[in-house]
């Protein structure tokens, strides 16, 4: 069994940064994937950066690609987002995922199909 939860400071003004963290426990094996996932109200939840548990190989949404980064310290069990330049349209909730799946090809690293545990959510508001 896996426990992720989130943790940020939810608002911020846009231009502004914003490094959201996820506490992690729970069997190794449950998370060889982690990810960072967001959704607005009324759409659907997108994949926003995922990361292998190595650390090795990172995967981002191409719009996102530059002004967010994923990371993590495996020592902490703790998953970061860094969040640079923040617009209005960055505004969701935010979750973060872990995946047990094995060797999962790297074109289903931002599908939350393939995450089985969730954290709770974070909501992150920026204004303009």
């Known amino acids: 069994q896996v426990q992720l939860v989130e943790s940020g400071v939810g608002s911020v003004q846009s231009g502004g940064s914003l490094t959201l963290s996820c506490a992690a426990s729970?069997?190794?094996?449950?998370?060889?994937?982690m990810g960072w996932f967001r959704q607005a109200p009324g759409k659907e939840r997108h994949g926003v950066a995922s990361?292998?548990?190595?650390?090795?190989?990172?995967k981002y949404a191409p719009s996102l690609e530059g002004r967010f980064t994923i990371s993590q310290d495996n020592a902490k069990n703790t998953l970061y987002l860094q969040m640079l330049s923040l617009e209005p349209e960055d505004t969701a909730m935010y979750y973060c995922?872990?995946?047990?799946?094995?060797?999962?090809?790297?074109?289903?690293?931002?599908?939350?199909?393939?995450?089985?545990?969730w954290g709770q959510g974070t909501q992150v508001t920026v204004s303009s």
């Open positions: 990361i292998a548990y190595s650390g090795r190989t990172t």
């Open positions: 995922a872990a995946s047990s799946a094995w060797g999962m090809p790297i074109q289903r690293w931002l599908s939350p199909n393939y995450y089985g545990y």
């Open positions: 729970g069997s190794i094996i449950s998370r060889r994937y």
